[in-house]
């Protein structure tokens, strides 16, 4: 952990939603983001940055970036048990998920997944 642990961090998370889901499961994938995960995330500290959608190209099909205060609370935060729970439940519904962390920098920042 090379930045200071009260230097804000972000937290972006990488991944492409089941092509496979039939409607049923559609719907619960946006119940479960909207009515769960969102406030969830929220309700723990962490700010929603910014949301993206891939239209075109090889890159994840969405990209959702959360500020937290500190690499402290984060690091502590993606190691608890809630948050294990929490994306094991988003992973029902997505696939290729993954989690990079930077230094929180405010406007655009390109962040690219690790690749595997």
């Known amino acids: 952990m090379g930045e200071s642990a009260k230097t804000q961090a972000k937290l972006v998370i990488f991944f492409n939603r089941n092509q496979d889901m039939d409607e049923e499961k559609e719907e619960r994938y946006y119940q ?9 995330l929220q309700s723990h500290g962490l700010s929603i940055y910014e949301i993206w959608v891939t239209a075109y190209g090889e890159e994840p099909d ?5 500020v937290a205060n500190d690499y402290r609370y984060l690091y502590a935060l993606l190691d608890s048990r809630g ?9 029902q519904y997505v696939e290729d998920y993954q989690e990079v962390i930077v230094p929180y920098r405010p406007g655009f920042q ?7």
Do not use: D, H
């Not at 479960?32 to 969830?40: D, E, G, I, N, S």
């Not at 969405?62 to 959360?66: F, K, N, R, Y």
């Not at 948050?83 to 992973?91: F, S, V």
């Not at 390109?110 to 595997?116: D, K, L, S």
């Open 32 to 40: 479960f983001a909207t009515l769960k995960f969102f406030p969830w």
């Open 62 to 66: 969405q990209m959702i970036g959360l």
């Open 83 to 91: 948050w294990r729970k929490i994306t094991a439940e988003l992973q």
């Open 110 to 116: 390109i962040v690219r997944p690790t690749g595997g």
